[in-house]
């Protein structure tokens, strides 16, 4: 059980607090309510290219690092289709020095041409070597325009193209800051060995006179049902023919999700998995099979990812794929199995509550969802879901009509 107070500030910042005596160290974690999701079509990348400006100084702390450093702090942020999260940890004494320089940046981030110019070469980079020159590393900049045509999860968070980030200007840039990043979009946790009205009286004094910004309120366009079946083709510079197979499938606040995060559990969790068991082991038809899902807000996607052995068709590859998609919906899954997969869930997310960090994302997660207390009550809803609800979902998933498949070949 996570123990959680929460109180809101007149800007609107939405602060929870939770109390952990049992360490010396402090969690300052902020959610902020955007992702690459929220991005103009025509200036994609913004989101996570504000990941990295974040970090280049405020107007009155010009180098974020190092006065972290001097109280002995870490920090970290990332950035996903949905969300972008900044966190620092330190020892708890030190918890002001959060505080000073969260509610700064949130208030004065520093816009410089230099700092721009300097990040997004990093960002291009990055773009570069981890999308562009890398072994299957663009293969989500091809499958996801594929995957959705109306919503914007069709780009990636690194963005749609290079283009986007080298021509960003300052004024583009300063407009996302406005828009997105004040207190009425942000979520902020304190954890650790903290006390819930010191954390408010901190909060008051460095978070309160922040203005509270415009309501950012989101309008995506909803994706349409899929209802044929769609097939592409590449060719690179690849070590393996790999497939991709994309299923859509319910987003995180559907009361589906979980039985759709057990089915890729049952088809890939561990060496036991089906996948593994019948496609790397016994018949070894692929040298790695996987299915998992990216936890999406909105209509999300279940993947299963092959490489197929040296010698295998494409064809039996397929084949192998639909045998075990077709089982689950044919077949009601045993109660052992189910009761293992269930277990597995259960003891990982048990065990991320023991970290501060992740306790203090979690909760800001599930707020962003509508409810921080579903950080103690998810595991219920996975408890829940029978034999029938996995046959059920199978069924309404798993169809050539609503497949994308990206075959990506050696040349």
């Known amino acids: 059980m996570v123990n959680y107070k929460k109180f809101t500030l007149n800007n609107g910042l939405r602060v929870l607090v939770h109390q952990d005596s049992t360490t010396p160290m402090a969690v300052l974690n902020i959610l902020y309510d955007v992702g690459a999701r929220d991005e103009n079509p025509e200036k994609t990348g913004f989101a996570h290219l504000f990941e990295h400006l974040m970090f280049g100084g405020s107007v009155n702390i010009p180098s974020y690092d190092e006065a972290l450093q001097r109280v002995g702090g870490e920090n970290n942020a990332f950035t996903s289709n949905d969300i972008t999260n900044y966190y620092i940890t330190l020892p708890a004494s030190n918890l002001e020095t959060a505080f000073w320089l969260e509610s ?43 995957v959705y045509t109306a919503h914007p999860y069709r780009w990636a968070t690194i963005g749609e193209k290079l283009a986007h980030i080298e021509e960003a200007k300052m004024e583009d840039v300063k407009a996302f ?74 987003g995180k606040m559907d009361n589906n999700y979980p039985t759709a995060d057990l089915i890729s559990d049952i088809l890939s969790q561990g060496k036991s998995s089906r996948l593994y068991r019948n496609w790397v082991k016994d018949k070894p038809l692929f040298s790695d099979i996987k299915a998992y899902n990216y936890g999406s807000l909105d209509t999300g996607m279940f993947v299963i990812e092959a490489r197929p052995s040296q010698g295998i068709s494409l064809e039996d590859a397929e084949k192998a794929i639909w045998t075990e998609l077709e089982a689950l919906k044919t077949d009601l899954i045993s109660d052992d199995e189910l009761t293992k997969v269930k277990n597995k869930y259960e003891s990982t997310t048990v065990f991320s509550e023991m970290n501060l960090l992740d306790k203090a994302m979690n909760l800001a997660f599930y707020e962003l969802m509508g409810d921080a207390n579903l950080i103690n009550t998810e595991i219920q809803k996975y408890a829940s879901v029978s034999a029938q609800c996995i046959k059920n979902l199978a069924n309404q998933l798993f169809t050539n009509s609503q497949a994308t498949t990206l075959n990506y070949l050696a040349k």
């Not at 010191?198 to 910004?213: D, N, Q």
């Open 104 to 146: 700064d940046r949130m208030l004065n981030l520093a816009f410089s041409e230099k700092s721009l110019e300097v990040q997004k070469n990093v960002v291009c980079e990055e773009f570069k070597q981890r999308y562009l020159n890398q072994p299957y590393g663009d293969v989500w900049l091809k499958l996801r325009p594929l």
């Open 177 to 250: 800051f406005a828009k997105h990043y004040n207190p009425q979009n942000a979520i902020m946790v304190v954890g650790g060995n903290v006390d819930f009205e010191e954390v408010k009286t901190l909060s008051e004094k460095w978070f309160a006179p922040i203005p509270a910004g415009n309501k950012y309120v989101r309008n995506l366009p909803t994706e349409p049902l899929q209802n044929q079946e769609i097939n592409e083709t590449i060719y690179a510079d690849v070590p393996l023919n790999a497939i991709y197979k994309v299923f859509k499938m319910p």
